[in-house]
């Protein structure tokens, strides 16, 4: 696995978190990357949710269920993808894997890239 996820942790509902993947890789030729998240405890599979995706043009597009409150970064000149997390939910609480290779596919954005360990949120009072 060519890069790293980090910015995790635990946080207070209403709180704030940015999480960052940094790839040792170019991002720039990448169609698009961005983020999904997994309940805690589960195996990364299928049921993964896409959190946020940017495309190589810059285009921004989100879950219903954090519209308004995460916002992604893409710096193609640093190759790295961010994501920040404002007014966090119970429901946030979630491991965050970074792929930077998402393609779409009919209305679905589908990764195609690595996975890596992912970085845990806890959202908890």
């Known amino acids: 696995v060519q890069f790293v996820e980090s910015g995790g942790g635990l946080v207070q509902p209403g709180g704030s978190l940015r999480l960052s993947c940094a790839s040792s890789?170019?991002?720039?030729?990448?169609?698009?990357v961005g983020w999904y998240r997994q309940d805690i405890g589960k195996e990364l599979n299928l049921e993964h949710e896409?959190?946020?995706?940017?495309?190589?043009?810059?285009?921004?597009d989100y879950s219903d269920s954090v519209k308004g409150r995460f916002t992604i970064f893409r710096d193609n000149a640093k190759n790295t993808v961010d994501l920040q997390m404002n007014s966090l939910k119970f429901n946030d609480t979630a491991v965050y894997y970074c792929?930077?290779?998402?393609?779409?596919?009919?209305?679905?954005?589908?990764?195609?890239?690595?996975w890596g360990q992912g970085t845990r949120v806890i959202v908890s009072s």
């Open positions: 896409v959190v946020a995706v940017m495309t190589r043009d810059g285009t921004a």
């Open positions: 890789r170019s991002i720039s030729s990448r169609y698009a």
């Open positions: 792929n930077l290779d998402i393609g779409r596919v009919r209305d679905s954005w589908i990764p195609f890239g690595d």
